[in-house]
């Protein structure tokens, strides 16, 4: 009964990883069949002929590498400014107590109510007076806006699951308060950073809205904007599109192999306490 009930749950798992990857190998089917094939051989799994021209072109004579390029830097800063602003913020709403500490909490969750078509005009009108519209730096300081309530909550919740007792022994031993948070806490609090610097990159890496309004120049869009510009008037150029989304997957899955330990351990762990 064990070995058939082990066997009933190795194919579940095998059919979920099938229908979890079907969607990446309709990607590179698509991206590897050559343009005079691809409507006439239809849904076959697998095209008769492949190609490695889309992939050639996406590289070598479209702008694509730029906007990779720009969409690391922006997914990056974006990270690395939130996590260390949440972390912050997160300490702070788990080890003090002071004066309207719950209200300022509501008042992060109510920012994350509003659609964000709702703001687009307002931060137009906001960033362009001080020249922060068109450029990377513009982007990264409105992503982290609206990633960083989110991620402090997020980081709020792994402080709650280190006691505080932990830092109080530290200083009792001669520590400051910051050489406590340092020196302990920090790295009790690793999956949690995992956690929170791939919930951020993974949403700034894929971002589209903000990028289209707030970017105009060619050399300073992301790669969510340039997919767009395989939508023509006459038709859609889908193997250059797919060998070009394919090519976006390979930053955040290097991302994500360096990170992993941590955003295991985090999402298993500390994201689940309140």
Known sequence: MRAVTGTALWLVRLLYLAFALFPLLWLLRIALTPDE??????????PSRTTLANFAYVIEESPFPVFFANTIVVALGTAAAVTLL?????????????????ALMV????????????????????????????????LI???TAFNLPFAAFLMHSFYEGIPAELEQAAMIDGCTRFQALVRIVLPLMLPGIGATVGFVFTAAWSELLFSLMLIT?????????????????????????????????????????????????GLTAGAVKA
């Open 141 to 143: 300081l409105v992503f």
């Open 217 to 265: 120049s060619e050399s300073k869009k992301t790669f969510a904007v340039g997919l767009l510009g395989f939508v023509g008037k006459s038709g859609v150029d889908w193997g250059q599109m797919m060998a070009a989304a394919t090519l976006a997957l390979i930053p955040p899955a290097i991302f994500f192999t360096l990170i992993q330990k941590y955003l295991v351990g």
């Open 37 to 46: 094939i691809l409507y006439r051989e239809g849904t076959t799994l697998w």
């Open 107 to 138: 008042f992060l969750v109510i920012t994350q109510l509003f659609p964000i078509v709702m703001v687009i005009t307002p931060l137009y009108q906001l960033l362009a007076p001080i020249g922060l519209v068109d450029t990377r730096i513009g």
């Open 86 to 102: 949440a972390a912050g913020i997160g300490y702070a709403f788990s080890r003090f107590r002071f004066r309207g500490k719950s």
